[in-house]
């Protein structure tokens, strides 16, 4: 085993859980043991709510701009230790080490958005009747909880993790059981940027201590990234315990590639929008909706496809049973008629043999009803139908029940205007193959892949980490008796 046996993180102490229920920590680079995580209990949540309770009220008091003092330090030590965060998120994750690198990169981003709350966050103060004033202010909630997959093992992290800290919660952060490492790294760089202890807890588990989040009563707010059918449970579970959620789910995401469209930049951005992070992003590329006369397009994307070697400028899935679901899909859709143009299936890195690795995967004349058209893979595939028309492309599009991210490929501003307007997704690109918004904006999906109001990231996690309090103050003797005396 590469690494000791992972602790919870309670108090600013790494701690052994009351449990004794462990799961392997296994890479998928090589399928190398590299830790044992602990399934913590209830018993263990308890203690870490109890730390975080004890600090809210310091640390809530702390002026914001003395908060972000933090960060400040958080986002230097992130840029100085970025090679080694990077290699711990590409071993326990599979993706490449650029891709890692992006990933701690986008880390910063994060902070950096945070370090400018203070001057988001001022409120608003008016005279609303002669000597009185109304005036706003964003509270922070009490102790919050972060549950996140095992995609981005430091990203979706600090999606949450500045903004809510910064805003003067104390959170309790439950890392996916796939990769817990890097999350316990981020807790040293955030002790050595000044956090007070028991502002950040992490409590490591399955749906034991998923399920307890939801029912602890000292929880005022989860925040749940993953999968459609968990967001689905924990925004149930959460919000029926009468708690602020917002649960972000899975996706499928269609491309639409129009006739006009520029056939080298289209075709690579495609290529890396279907396989960048082995295809386990929830903005990959995932349907391409090919409208009218593209085949010059769609075999410039089998040329690019072509170049993505895994192993070299591909990382691995997280697991066998991910790699044996993937290459599953690609079989049925072949069984049913489609046309597997580059088939991934069977890749193997040499030297490597236990990875879980799967190629590149472009599929053509798939049919709407075909589970590679409707469902998620989170793999490396790409999977291609065909229309005459762009209202077919976006009734496509429409009719699939996620809603996270669509593109669009044309030179044409105006279709790409029709295109905006008619697709039923919270991000779209033009000409851009995963179309995230960078901060300040903010980052959500819309129908099946986000439950709850507001987005995650940006400007608008402000209303969901904090509570408006309205004073309405009188100190001017003058101003007499009226209708709000
Ligand atoms: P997952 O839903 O399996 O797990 C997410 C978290 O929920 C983990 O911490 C896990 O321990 C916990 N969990 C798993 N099963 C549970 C259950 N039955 N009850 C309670 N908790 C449970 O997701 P994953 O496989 O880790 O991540 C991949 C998924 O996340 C994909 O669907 C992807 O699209 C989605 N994702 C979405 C976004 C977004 O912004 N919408 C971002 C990243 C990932």
Redesign the pocket.
Known sequence: MKYAAIQNYVNGQFVTPSSNRTLEVISPVDGKLLSTVPMSSAKDLDAAVKAAKAAFPAWSRTPIKERVQVFFRYKTLLEKHLKELAELCSEENGKTYGESVAEIEKCIELTEFATSLPQLVTGEVLEVSKGVECRTEHVPLGVVAS??????PAM?PNWTIPNAIALGNCMII?????VPLSCGRLAELLKEAGLPDGVFNIVHG??EI??AICDHPGIEAVS????????R??YQRATSQFKRCLA????KNHLMVLPDAKPDMTAQNVAASMSGCAGQR?MAASAMVAVGEVDHIISKICDEARKIVPGENLGAVISKESKARIEGYISEAEKNGAKILVDGRGAKVNGKENGTYVGPTVIDYVTPDMSVAKE?I?GPVISIMRTKTVDEALAIENANPYG?AASVFTQNGGMARYIIDRASAGMIGVNVGVPVPREPFS?G?WNE??FGVGD?TGKSSIEFWTKLKKSTTKWNPEAGVNWMS
Do not use: H, Q, R
Not at 147 to 152: C, K, L, R
Not at 224 to 231: L, M
């Open positions: 549950i996140v997959p095992f995609n981005f979706v439950k890392p996916s059981e796939k399955d749906v998923v399920e749940f990234v993953g999968s459609t059918k968990v967001a449970i924990v972000l789910g899975g996706a929830c998620e989170f996270n980052f999906g892949s986000k995650i």
